[in-house]
Every structure is written in structure tokens, then in C-alpha cells.
């Protein structure tokens, strides 16, 4: 399964960042050969619509699921339709590995 994590950086050990639509990069990350990329968001900058921007961004990279600290109305309306699956985090995790971890633990709440 391909998962993306928003995060501040550009690493797993990058903190998570739980802004969706704005975060400045997507960790990518593959669940069944444990690999990974840094995705670079090219909505972060916009002056609207950036959820929808950073939903469509995703659609066209086939993950299965996002994870986030939260998604906006219009963020989450995308990526329903797009059938991927939401979850969020709380701020209590430090490192984007530690959302994954707990992600395939089944300890994030699906949004």
C-alpha cells in the first residue's frame, strides 16, 4: 500500500506536519517494500484551493491512503471521491517514522 505522510522536511526523521493542504513536502512512503521518497508540494504556495491542489497532486501519484493532522472540507471532499483513505495524527509524534509506525500499528484515527 502507498501512503503519504505531510511533513516539515524531506526524511522520515523529518517532524510531521499537520497541516495538509500547506505542508511543504509529502513523505511517500511504500508499505510493502518499506521504500520511500519525498514529494515536494506544489500547492503549498497558492493563494487558494491548496487542499484541493495538494488532494489532485496525490490522486495523480496513486496512494492509498493520507495521513495528516487534519484536512480541510474541501481537501477531505477530494480525496473521498478519489476513494483514498484519510487518517490523523496528534501532535505527539516527533519523527514522520513514528506516524508509519503507528499507522501500521492501526493506532491513527481514519478521518
Known amino acids: 500500500m502507498i501512503i503519504v505522510i505531510s511533513s516539515l522536511g524531506k526524511t522520515l526523521e523529518s517532524p510531521p506536519n499537520p497541516r495538509f493542504g500547506r505542508t511543504e513536502f509529502f513523505i511517500k512512503y511504500n508499505s510493502e517494500d518499506n521504500t520511500w521518497e519525498a514529494l515536494e508540494n506544489p500547492a503549498v504556495t497558492q493563494r487558494g484551493g491548496a487542499g484541493i491542489a495538494a488532494s489532485q497532486f496525490l490522486v495523480n501519484h496513486n496512494i492509498s491512503a493520507a495521513i495528516s493532522g487534519h484536512f480541510g472540507p474541501n481537501a477531505y471532499s477530494a480525496l473521498n471521491s478519489a476513494k483514498i483513505k484519510m487518517f490523523t495524527f496528534?501532535?505527539?509524534?516527533?519523527?514522520?517514522?513514528?506516524?508509519i509506525q503507528a499507522y501500521e500499528q492501526n493506532s491513527l484515527e481514519e478521518a
Open 90 to 99: 496528534q501532535n505527539n509524534y516527533e519523527t514522520v517514522s513514528d506516524v
